[in-house]
C-alpha cells in the first residue's frame, strides 16, 4: 500500500508498506478520504500535536473509508460498511477516562499522532472505535466528523446560551464549524473576524451574521456600528497571542473566551489578570473531543452541518507535503487527501 510517512521535521515521504494484519478486534478500512489539520502542520513542523509523535509514523486522524477485512472478534461490522473512525483510543481504566475526561487518558493511543493513521490507503482500528455513515454521506463528509466532534465539544464548554452574541476569530474549517455549532445552540448573532477574504466569504455564505476584516477594520468598533454592545461569548480558533489577547476586550462583562486552537509548545499570552478580575471573565481551553465524536456523525448523517463550504481541494498523497509546507495554499481553506482516488 502506499503512505506518507513522516519522519522528522518538514520530512514526509510516499512509501510502498505492508497493508497492516488486522488484531481479533480490529478491522481494516480502505481510506477514502483523510483531512489535513492544523496539528498535523504542527507535527511536519517539528512542533507537537495533541500528543508526542515519535517518527517514523503516518499522520491523518480525520478519515472516512470502507471496511475491507474485519478480525475474528469483531461483531457488528462487515465488509463494505461505510465508517469514520474516533482517532482516541482511551484506556478507559484511569482516573481521567472513569470521570468522563476521556481526552486527557494518561495512556492515549491516538490515531495519526503517536500510531499509524489515514495518510495511508489502508489503516486498522480498533472496531470499537468505529462510527457508520449513512449511504448519502460522502467519504469526505465523513473524514470531518473528527474536526467537527472537537468543536463540539468547544461549543459545548462556550455555554452559549439561546441569544447570546458570538464572535469566532479565524476562519479556517475549525471557525466555520463552531460558527455554524454556536448558531445551532441559538445564538442570535455569530460574527466572524478574519483577515482573508475568501474565508469571509464562505462564512457568510453558510450563515455568519456578518464578517470582519481586522486588518482593515476595528472589531469593536465594526460590532457596535452592526448593533451588538453585548458579545457574550469569544471563541478563538488562530492560536495568536495577539488575537487571544484581544478576546479579553471584544467580550463582555461576566463573558466567556474559549482558546480553541492548537499553538506551539512554548507559546504564551499575556494575561490581564485585572480585566478578568473587573469583568469577571471565564477563560477555557478546548482540546480534543472526549465523547463527541458520536454526536458529530448523528449531525453529518443528518445533513445538519455544512462541512464542505469550507474545503479548498481534494488531492492525492503525494500532494500532502507540499500542502503541508505551504502557508498560502492552506490559506485558501482547508485540504482533504484521498489515499485511493476518486470515491467509488
Known sequence: MKSAVFHGKCDIRVEEREIPSVGPEEVLIKVMACGVCGSDVHIFEGDQGSTTTVPPLIQGHEFAGIIAEVGENVKGWKVGDHVCADPADNCNECYYCLNGLMSHCDHMK???????GGFSQYCKVKARLLHKLNDDVTFVEGAMAEPLACCINGADRSDIKVGDNVVVYGGGAIGLLLMQLAKLKGASNVVLVEPV????KMAEKIGASF???????????????????????????????????????VVDKH????????TAVSASMDLPTYKLFQKELTVKG?????YDMGRAVELINAHRIDVTTMLAGLEPLEKLSEILSSPQLRAKGK?????NGKEE
Open 110 to 116: 491516538a490515531i495519526g499522532t503517536n500510531v499509524d
Open 197 to 200: 477574504e475568501e474565508k469571509r
Open 211 to 249: 464578517t470582519i476584516d481586522p486588518v482593515h477594520q476595528d472589531v469593536i468598533g465594526t460590532l457596535k456600528e452592526n448593533g451588538i454592545e453585548h458579545v457574550h461569548c469569544v471563541i478563538e480558533t488562530c492560536g495568536r497571542k495577539d488575537t487571544s489577547e484581544q478576546a479579553m476586550d
Open 255 to 262: 463573558g466567556t473566551v474559549v482558546l480553541f486552537a492548537v
Open 286 to 290: 478546548s482540546y480534543c473531543s472526549p
Open 335 to 339: 485540504y482533504i487527501i484521498l489515499p
